[in-house]
């Protein structure tokens, strides 16, 4: 296993040197993934001047009610999948760029990467794990994912099926061109887009059938 | 060594619910402080470890800055207002198009879901340069890497270097100029409101700045008069990928022809200079014509004079002289 060295911190808040095995967190280890992200400062300022944040929140996740110690500066992504354990939310790039995390934010999708938990409270978060009805069936996109086989390896999956869930509820008459356009901030390494595209429109015939 | 970006380092988290509060912490941290829109940018600078505040300041319990409302024949738009929403909203869609089109090729779904059109017209430079951490002058050091012999400068400036060669890579600034918006920036001690076409600044008025606003300023309304509502308007983008990408040189314009001929126009373009250009010379060359090809080819070349290209970036040149020439004889 490497040992990885993190960039210092400077200026006041200047701790001691923090290593962490690289390989824990690559293997995905819920418990040393959270350790790491609780390795901030013990006690952060907040709440000194107006409009503070108060680190103990909240989150409706898929319909439940989650309380979570959140830190200021933690990801969306961060909490969902070494807080609450809800790893089929992926992380790519964590930049905003491909598309393997997002999530629904009031039936809206967003890239959990790219924004803080605590710009999410009181919202009604939706993951991939969320996405089939509570007795087990299968949302009409997941259901078209089977039908057409839509991807190879599948790690960008989730953040495609969320994107798009959120386009067929809202237009369950799209165009395959209209899907391709709401499915232009997911990226797929394998170029599977054509069978991605498959589903989207088969996922818009079974949004039909449902209606 | 490997350096883990994975987390944004610690600093502290503040969501005001007023502006009022807002600028308090503003003030209270100065230099030090950071303003939150959307944070697509934002969280980049965090994690890569470049710009490191000590306090971030989230403007997304705000009320009164977002939202779009009607004001007298024209509108203002709340700067924390979704790109999605600036994109969609009937008022801007059926009145001011261009800025809707504009809004709409920015990014991604996701992006323009939680990007600000504030965040969008204040964003800083993509040099890859500055970006990547280099203490070049825009990052108070004294030298510009994309400047220099074998540098890689493709998409920096042909216009308007001063030491800095970046460009500003809003889709929407150019439509706000096009549409003659003003911008209302707002401080501890009062409001100011800015023509769009001053509100960006190059690096010969400051080279660490994109935008005329200092620590503690915020923009917090964008104003675009009834003047060009409904007129004939014309936007495109050009980038490398089609899918999205950021811009090479974007063209935004409005215009009013009546019996053949233009009576009034504007011209911006983005991604030429550290600033959307307003391009007054082509606009006067084209008031009073037919909008013809002709008079298009004539605006492009007059829009492109005085033009100087780095090594990797002349083709910007033919770029936007074509953009030009398309937005003037689109209004026939």
């Not at chain 1, 809800?86 to 629904?104: F, I, N, P, S």
């Not at chain 1, 356009?181 to 589903?199: E, H, V």
């Not at chain 2, 307003?278 to 606009?283: I, S």
Request: hydrophobic share 40%; aromatic share 6%.
């Amino acid at each position: 296993m490497t040992e990885v060295e993190i960039i210092r911190d400077r200026g006041p808040r200047n701790y001691s040197r923090r290593k962490f095995i690289k390989g824990v967190i690559a293997a995905g280890a819920t418990v040393s993934a959270s350790s790491y992200l609780f390795r901030g400062p013990g006690v952060l300022t907040a709440g000194q001047a107006r409009g503070g944040v108060e680190r103990l929140m909240t989150l409706t996740v898929n319909g439940q009610q989650r309380r979570v110690d959140v830190l200021p500066y933690e990801t969306l992504a961060m909490t969902l999948r070494y807080k609450l354990g809800l790893t089929g939310t992926k992380l790519g790039c964590d930049r905003a760029e491909c598309g393997a995390c997002t999530v629904h934010i009031d039936g809206v999708t967003h890239y959990s990467c790219s924004m803080l938990t605590h710009q999410v409270r009181g919202r009604e978060i939706r993951t991939i794990e969320g996405l089939e009805s509570p007795d087990g069936e299968l949302h009409p996109v997941q259901q078209a994912v089977m039908d057409e086989g839509g991807f190879q390896c599948a790690f960008c999956a989730p953040g495609f099926i969320m994107s798009m869930a959120a386009f067929v509820e809202d237009n369950p008459s799209a165009s395959r061109a209209q899907c391709a356009q709401a499915l232009s901030g997911n990226l797929c390494r394998c170029g599977d887009y054509n069978k991605i595209l498959d589903s989207a429109e088969r996922a818009v015939e079974l949004m039909g059938q449902r209606a | 060594m490997a350096v883990i970006r994975d987390m944004i380092p610690p600093c502290e988290l503040f969501q005001p619910a007023s502006i009022g509060d807002a600028l308090n912490l503003l003030d209270q941290y100065g230099e030090n402080s950071w303003v939150l829109a959307g944070g697509l940018d934002s969280f980049d600078w965090f994690k890569d470890r470049i710009k490191r505040p000590e306090a971030i300041v989230d403007l997304g319990g705000i009320e009164e800055l977002s939202g779009i409302r009607a004001d007298g024949d024209g509108l203002v738009i709340g700067p924390m207002t979704s790109l999605t929403e600036v994109a969609t909203h009937p008022d801007i869609v059926g009145r001011f198009g261009l800025l809707a089109q504009a809004a709409e090729h920015v990014a991604t779904p996701q992006i323009r879901n939680q990007g600000t059109l504030g965040g969008n017209l204040a964003q800083d430079t993509r040099c890859w340069y500055y970006r990547g951490g280099w203490p070049c002058y825009r990052a108070g050091g004294n030298i510009c890497y994309a400047s220099a012999p074998k540098a890689m400068n493709a998409e920096h400036c042909v216009f308007g270097a001063s030491r800095c060669v970046a460009i500003n890579p809003s889709d929407t600034a150019p439509a706000t100029i096009a549409l003659d918006a003003q911008m209302v920036v707002t401080n501890s001690s009062g409001e100011t409101v800015y023509d769009a076409e001053d509100f960006f600044i190059g690096p010969g008025i400051d080279i660490e700045r994109m935008t005329v606003m200092e620590p503690g300023d915020l923009l917090t309304a964008i104003r675009i008069p009834g003047t060009w509502a409904g007129a004939d308007f014309y936007f495109e983008k050009i980038r490398d990928r089609q899918s999205w990408d950021f811009s090479l040189v974007t063209v935004a314009s409005a215009m009013r022809t009546s019996g053949g001929t233009i009576q009034d126009a504007r011209i911006s373009v983005n991604g030429v200079a550290p600033y959307p250009m307003r391009l007054d010379e082509a606009e006067r060359a084209v008031i009073g014509q037919a909008p013809t090809d002709d008079i298009g080819v004539a605006a492009g070349d007059i829009a492109i004079r005085r033009a100087q290209p780095l090594r990797h970036n002349a083709y910007k040149l033919p770029l936007m002289k074509n953009l030009v020439r398309r937005a003037v004889r689109a209004e026939v």
